[in-house]
């Protein structure tokens, strides 16, 4: 399996700012994805991070809002722009399983406060 | 697009017992995979247990084991010897092949194991 980091693990925001959340792999991997678990709820998918491509957004995401990189084959940021207390969830990164290609792992998520 | 349901938010079970834990889904796919993810207090998504459409036998992974009725459209969870460490949340998602590998959730079942 593939250790995952994400920084920082939680941070406390204030409205309108902005915070850019890492997410490091252990290994070269080509899919990454963005999910956000708003509180008490499931997960729900943001956008898909290609190595050299621009991110594919989900239905009710885009990217002013929730910009992406992809600068290399172990590292994305997710920046949470012009923050609100709606924005206030956990943030998690994962990434393809190399072998399985049909798994997927998780990193130890972000959680955001929005004040 | 594909919706997977849980339909028990919340379930208790005594320690060493057996407990099952539903989950349904719609689509019109033929193959795909299902999985079972948990996710204890630490917001740690594990993966449990995957099962293949294609796959009439069902998954096993020691305590665990699924019910898969491709026909009902049925993914169910057992948890066998239930152990204190088993109390999480419990995510049952759907990936359809060929897809971008997006992950489908539930909406979880928090269940408590008791002492």
């Known amino acids: 399996s593939a250790v995952i980091s994400q920084k920082p693990s939680r941070d406390i925001c204030q409205r309108g700012t902005s915070l850019t959340i890492q997410c490091q792999v252990d290994?070269?991997?080509?899919?990454m994805f963005w999910y956000r678990q708003q509180p008490g709820q499931s997960l729900t998918l943001i956008a898909t991070?290609?190595?050299?491509?621009?991110?594919?957004?989900e239905s009710g995401f885009v990217i002013d809002k929730f910009p992406i990189s992809r600068p290399n084959l172990t590292f994305s940021t997710l920046t949470v722009s012009n923050m609100s207390p709606e924005d206030s969830s956990i943030y998690l990164c994962?990434?393809?399983?190399?072998?399985?290609?049909?798994?997927?792992?998780f990193g130890p998520g972000t959680r955001l406060t929005v004040l | 697009a594909q919706t997977v349901t849980q339909s028990q938010p919340e379930m208790s079970v005594q320690e060493a017992e057996t407990v099952t834990l539903s989950c349904t889904y719609d689509?019109?796919?033929?193959?795909?995979?299902l999985f079972w993810y948990k996710q204890p207090p630490s917001r740690q998504m594990i993966l449990v247990i995957r099962?293949?459409?294609?796959?009439?036998q069902n998954a096993t992974e020691n305590r665990f084991s699924v019910n898969f009725q491709k026909a009902a459209k049925s993914f169910s969870l057992k948890i066998s010897d239930s152990q204190l460490g088993d109390t999480a949340m419990y995510f049952c998602?759907?990936?359809?092949?060929?897809?971008?590998?997006?992950?489908?959730f539930g909406g979880g079942t928090r269940l408590m194991v008791k002492p």
């Open positions: 994962s990434v393809e399983n190399r072998v399985l290609r049909n798994e997927q792992f």
């Open positions: 290994s070269q991997v080509t899919m």
């Open positions: 991070a290609n190595q050299g491509s621009e991110a594919t957004y």
């Open positions: 689509t019109s796919e033929n193959n795909y995979y």
């Open positions: 099962q293949e459409a294609y796959k009439q």
């Open positions: 998602a759907f990936m359809k092949l060929n897809a971008g590998n997006m992950l489908t």
